[in-house]
């Protein structure tokens, strides 16, 4: 709150006036020393300093608080270039978007792209909209050219179709709508840790973390793993509560089992300062959990983790954001059979 006081001040000088003394006798006068001529004294020109020329520092983007619905990932087409995958709009409008959309042809090498007035295109969205990609090397902005639908083997799948020249890339990368996100941020993960920060057998609180936490259905899997501490991936992040630490777990069945081919032993922990592990979630139908990202993508000083969920007939991209301190899974992109 700015405050603007007013004060006036009055300053009086007030001087007793002091007794006067009379001299007993006095002095004769000595004659005046003759005057020495004073040369006069010439004050310096003021100096003049050139204000600063500086342009003012731009202002910078600062993120925005962004529930998970506003996470998107894209991925690099080697036909349209980027494109966000979008798995989980309202599932009746998306039949209805798919079959209306059946039988267009836009021409040879021209998408498929959706009326400007489809119901499927989510309010407020429209071609030329800007979207920010967090690639690993930093924030792209790229220009909707448009949208489109598609039926999966288990999802149907709308698709943000983003000009610009083709990349090279092959990875998925974090795509956001608009261009409020910092030119700071990176899709990137810190360096491993080792794993000794787990205790003094790293392999046996994983799994003892994990099979305290599963299903019954679940618990053969983990306890039938072939773990070593190579299978383990520590890594620091800013999470709440007193986590310090996620941990992937990512293990082959034992080669005599004869699930050993399909199947593999994967979840996602987290560790506590006192040290404790903390299971979040395992891998869907006995696929592997492999970390993408950890970074904070709103600016509320937690960071979201990033990873891919894949299996021997599919693939998906998931966000763990925090909510009320508690961690929250959600799938963001991607399909399987």
């Excluded at 310090?244 to 069945?253: M, R, S």
């Amino acid at each position: 709150m700015r405050r603007l006081a007013a004060l006036s001040w009055l300053l009086v000088a007030c001087t007793p006036a002091s007794p006067r003394v009379e001299p007993e006798a006095m002095p004769a006068e000595s004659p005046a020393p003759a005057a020495m001529p004073v040369a006069p004294v010439i004050a310096p020109a003021p100096t003049v300093v050139a204000a600063p020329t500086t342009a003012p520092a731009p202002t910078p983007v600062v993120a925005s608080r962004r529930p998970a619905a506003e996470l998107h990932i894209a991925y690099p087409r080697a036909d349209l270039g980027w494109t966000v995958d979008i798995i989980d709009l309202d599932a009746a409008i998306m039949e209805a978007a798919i079959a209306a959309a059946d039988g267009i042809d836009d021409g040879d090498d021209a998408p498929d792209l959706l009326a400007a007035d489809s119901p499927a295109i989510p309010r407020g969205w429209k071609a030329g909209d800007t979207w920010s990609l967090v690639t690993r090397d930093g924030v792209l902005r790229r220009s909707v050219r448009g949208f489109m639908v598609s039926g999966g083997a288990s999802e149907s799948h709308f698709e943000v179709v983003l000009g610009g020249a083709k990349t090279p890339a092959t990875l998925p990368v974090l795509a956001i709508r608009g261009r409020d996100v910092p030119e700071t941020l990176r899709f990137t993960k810190p360096p491993k840790r080792d794993a000794a920060l787990l205790g003094d057998d790293p392999v046996a609180a994983v799994r003892a973390a994990i099979v305290a936490a599963v299903d019954a259905e679940g618990r053969p899997l983990f306890e039938r793993a072939a773990i070593g501490t190579r299978h383990l991936a520590v890594y620091d992040g800013r999470f709440p509560d007193g986590r310090t630490q996620v941990v992937v777990l990512d293990a082959p069945l034992r080669r005599t089992d004869p699930e050993a081919e399909l199947s593999r032993a994967s979840a996602l922990l987290m560790r506590r300062d006192d040290g404790t592990l903390e299971f979040v979630t395992r891998a869907g139908v006995d696929g592997t959990i492999a970390l993408r990202a950890i970074l904070d993508v709103d600016g509320d000083g937690l960071e979201e983790v990033f990873y891919e969920d894949a299996y021997y007939e599919g693939s998906y991209e998931a966000v763990l954001q925090w909510r009320d301190g508690e961690p929250k899974t959600r799938l963001l992109a991607g399909d399987g059979a």
